[in-house]
């Protein structure tokens, strides 16, 4: 079957998957009214096109960190990549490399973080929650750095993983076969201790993330790595700020896809306000229901550097592996040409605020 968007990946991934993993990917925290807030926000910005400029070639070229891109568009941290597909990360990679596109890799990714990087022809960054077990989550980061990864994503919106009603209605687990491989299996066992009515997955958080940190415990982990740091999970102006003031390069700009805080303002509405706290001391990226060319212009016009997609990712794996990721890559970027092209943009640089309106 011929996919024409992204919601067909997503149908033809909901027949593919067990239902248990189908929730615990696309279900959201509380309420889950975060799941319409982010798609809603996006609905409601329009675009202003310029007319009679030369579009004859477009560029969606963009530099992200040093590293470049052929579009401004990059594959968000999602967890066990192998509830999708046996060969996980690894088509992931394969997939971002033959795209020219970003990868950034959970900690709790399901294959090693040598055999991703071997797998790899594009820039890579590894995502990381704060353990309490300081030593594990150096290690981890010691070996991100052997193997070439380019950045480091510390997640800061989640002490503890929120209350998410379909994992604790299906007793959700990691199953049987997957694992986080690159931690310590004592850190990851509640992972895949599975209770009726609760989820493995955020009583391990409360066992494992460390809740207690702050601000000033980011220079333990700047003085120990010579890898840029990008703080992921920002939604204010006061905490763009303090990023910047404590030694972030990057920012992304999140509402974890609906999966923390609920009732929390959407990513998008955040990004203005955002981008004009950190100016041009930091790249600033956003995530959170992306689905189409015109989300990704739109999110560019506001100020991000580049866009962070984790859902549609998974559905591409799920319906065809690493060809089925790239396909969804694919899709975004040209959806994006297409978008500048029919705005009068040739280029990224020239998506301005001013070509947005509510």
Same mark, same amino acid.
């Given at each position: 079957?011929?996919?024409?968007?992204?919601?067909?990946? #997503?149908?033809?991934?909901?027949?593919?998957?067990?239902?248990?993993?189908?929730?615990?990917?696309?279900?959201?925290?509380?309420?889950?009214?975060?799941?319409?807030?982010?798609? /809603?926000?996006? !609905?409601?910005?329009?675009?202003?096109?310029?007319?009679?400029?030369?579009?004859?070639?477009?560029? *969606? *070229?963009?530099?992200?960190?040093?590293?470049?891109?052929?579009?401004?568009?990059?594959?968000?941290?999602?967890?066990?990549?192998?509830?999708?597909?046996?060969?996980?990360?690894?088509?992931?990679?394969?997939?971002?490399?033959?795209?020219?596109?970003?990868?950034?890799?959970?900690?709790?990714?399901?294959?090693?973080?040598?055999?991703?990087?071997? +797998?790899?022809?594009?820039?890579?960054?590894?995502?990381?929650?704060?353990?309490?077990?300081?030593?594990?989550?150096?290690?981890?980061?010691?070996?991100?750095? !052997?193997?070439?990864?380019?950045?480091?994503? &510390?997640?800061?919106?989640?002490?503890?993983?929120?209350?998410?009603?379909? !994992?604790?209605?299906?007793?959700?687990?990691?199953?049987? @076969?997957?694992?986080?491989?690159?931690? $310590?299996? #004592?850190?990851?066992?509640?992972?895949?201790? %599975? %209770? *009726? @009515?609760?989820?493995?997955?955020? %009583?391990?958080?409360?066992?494992?993330?460390?809740?207690?940190?702050?601000?000033?415990?980011?220079?333990?982990?700047?003085?120990?790595?010579? &890898?840029? &740091?990008?703080?992921?999970?920002?939604?204010?102006?006061?905490?763009?700020?303090?990023?910047?003031?404590?030694?972030?390069?990057?920012?992304?700009?999140?509402?974890?896809?609906?999966?923390?805080? !609920?009732?929390?303002?959407?990513?998008? *509405?955040?990004?203005?306000?955002?981008?004009? +706290?950190?100016?041009?001391?930091?790249?600033?990226?956003?995530?959170?229901?992306? %689905?189409?060319?015109? $989300?990704?212009?739109?999110?560019?016009?506001?100020?991000?550097? +580049?866009?962070?997609?984790?859902?549609? &990712?998974?559905?591409?794996?799920?319906?065809?592996?690493?060809?089925?990721?790239?396909?969804?890559?694919?899709?975004?970027?040209?959806?994006?040409?297409? /978008?500048?092209?029919?705005?009068?943009?040739? +280029?990224?640089?020239?998506?301005?605020?001013?070509?947005? /309106?509510?």
């Amino acid at each position: 079957m011929t996919q024409f968007s992204l919601h067909d990946y #997503e149908r033809a991934a909901r027949a593919r998957l067990p239902a248990d993993v189908w929730d615990f990917l696309a279900g959201g925290s509380g309420t889950e009214s975060m799941l319409m807030a982010n798609r /809603t926000a996006l !609905d409601r910005l329009r675009l202003r096109p310029r007319c009679l400029v030369d579009v004859s070639h477009v560029d *969606t *070229t963009t530099t992200l960190l040093g590293a470049p891109l052929s579009a401004p568009i990059g594959i968000a941290p999602m967890a066990y990549h192998q509830l999708a597909l046996p060969e996980g990360e690894v088509a992931a990679a394969r997939a971002a490399g033959e795209t020219g596109s970003l990868l950034t890799v959970s900690m709790f990714a399901s294959r090693t973080l040598k055999d991703i990087a071997q +797998a790899a022809t594009g820039p890579l960054w590894l995502q990381l929650y704060w353990l309490r077990r300081r030593d594990a989550l150096l290690d981890l980061v010691q070996r991100a750095e !052997d193997a070439g990864f380019q950045a480091l994503v &510390l997640t800061v919106d989640a002490p503890r993983v929120a209350r998410r009603p379909r !994992d604790a209605r299906n007793g959700f687990a990691v199953p049987d @076969g997957i694992r986080a491989v690159n931690l $310590d299996p #004592e850190i990851m066992s509640a992972s895949h201790t %599975r %209770r *009726t @009515g609760d989820s493995a997955v955020a %009583r391990h958080s409360r066992e494992q993330f460390d809740a207690s940190i702050t601000w000033s415990d980011l220079a333990w982990l700047t003085e120990r790595t010579s &890898l840029p &740091l990008v703080l992921k999970g920002i939604l204010t102006a006061e905490d763009a700020r303090l990023a910047v003031r404590y030694g972030a390069a990057a920012l992304v700009v999140s509402n974890h896809g609906g999966r923390q805080l !609920d009732f929390a303002q959407p990513a998008i *509405t955040a990004l203005p306000e955002i981008a004009d +706290a950190v100016g041009d001391r930091a790249q600033v990226l956003v995530d959170g229901s992306i %689905r189409y060319g015109a $989300d990704v212009v739109k999110a560019l016009c506001l100020g991000a550097t +580049a866009v962070l997609v984790g859902r549609p &990712l998974m559905w591409g794996l799920a319906h065809a592996g690493a060809e089925g990721a790239a396909a969804v890559l694919r899709h975004l970027a040209e959806e994006t040409e297409e /978008t500048m092209a029919l705005m009068g943009a040739p +280029a990224v640089r020239q998506l301005r605020r001013a070509a947005v /309106t509510h």
